[in-house]
C-alpha cells in the first residue's frame, strides 16, 4: 500500500469543505447526513469545523453487485431518524464511484422534501461514473486505483488507519 494522501492533506481539504459550506449556508440550519461505513470518520471530522446550527444523521446503504462494482442495484438498510422537511441537507459520502450509491440516497431522501439537498465526497472519482451525479462540495479528484483508510475499506479492513492509501496490484513494487 502507498500513501496518498497524509493527515495534513486530509486535514487541510477537510477544512477547506467545511469554510466552503459555512459560505454556502450562512445563517442556516444544516442536517449532515452521514453515509455509513465508509464516510464515519470524514463526517466527525467535517462537521467539527462547520459553525452552523447542525444535526447529523446516518444512513447506509449498500450495493448488490460482483466484487468493488455497485452494478446499479442499491438498497438501504438503515434510514435516517430525523426529519428533514424543509431542512438543508448535506450528504456526506467518502467517495464518489459509479455514482449509483448516491443517485439512490439522493432519491430516497428527497422524497423527505429538504429545502436544498447537497452532496460533500472526500474523493471523486469522475471517470468511473455510470449515472449523471455530482459532488456539490468535493475534497479530492482522482483518477483510478482502489484506496483505504480513514474510514474507507477494503473487506471491512484498514477504516481505522488515520492516512489514506492506495492499494496496488499483488506483484507490484
Ligand atoms: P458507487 O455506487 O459505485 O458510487 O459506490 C460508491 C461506494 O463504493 C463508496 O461509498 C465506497 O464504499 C465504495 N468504493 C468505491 N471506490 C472505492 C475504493 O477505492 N475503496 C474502497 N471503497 C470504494
Ligand atoms: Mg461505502
Redesign the pocket.
Known amino acids: 500500500m502507498k500513501k496518498l494522501f497524509s493527515r495534513e492533506e486530509i486535514e487541510k481539504a477537510v477544512k477547506k469543505l467545511a469554510a466552503s459550506i459555512e459560505r454556502d449556508f450562512e445563517g442556516e440550519r444544516i442536517v449532515f447526513v452521514c453515509?455509513l461505513?465508509?464516510?464515519f470518520m470524514f463526517t466527525s471530522d467535517l462537521v467539527r469545523h462547520v459553525k452552523n446550527p447542525s444535526r447529523v444523521d446516518f444512513i447506509r446503504a449498500s450495493?448488490y453487485g460482483s466484487g468493488?462494482?455497485?452494478g446499479g442495484k442499491?438498497a438501504v438498510t438503515k434510514g435516517i431518524e430525523e426529519n428533514i422537511e424543509g431542512e438543508n441537507v448535506i450528504i456526506v459520502?467518502?467517495?464518489?464511484?459509479?455514482?449509483?450509491?448516491?443517485?439512490?440516497v439522493k432519491e430516497i431522501l428527497s422524497l423527505s422534501n429538504p429545502k436544498t439537498i447537497k452532496i460533500c465526497a472526500l474523493?471523486d472519482?469522475k471517470a468511473?461514473?455510470?449515472v449523471e451525479?455530482e459532488g456539490d462540495y468535493v475534497g479530492f479528484a482522482m483518477t483510478d486505483?482502489?484506496?483505504?483508510g480513514y474510514g474507507?475499506?477494503?473487506a471491512e479492513q484498514y477504516r481505522n488507519l488515520p492516512e489514506i492509501y492506495?492499494?496496488e496490484e499483488e506483484g507490484e513494487a
Open positions: 453515509l461505513k465508509g464516510s450495493s468493488t462494482r455497485s442499491v459520502e467518502d467517495i464518489i464511484d459509479s455514482g449509483h450509491t448516491l443517485k439512490r474523493l472519482k468511473r461514473r455510470e451525479i486505483g482502489f484506496v483505504v474507507i475499506d477494503y492506495v492499494m
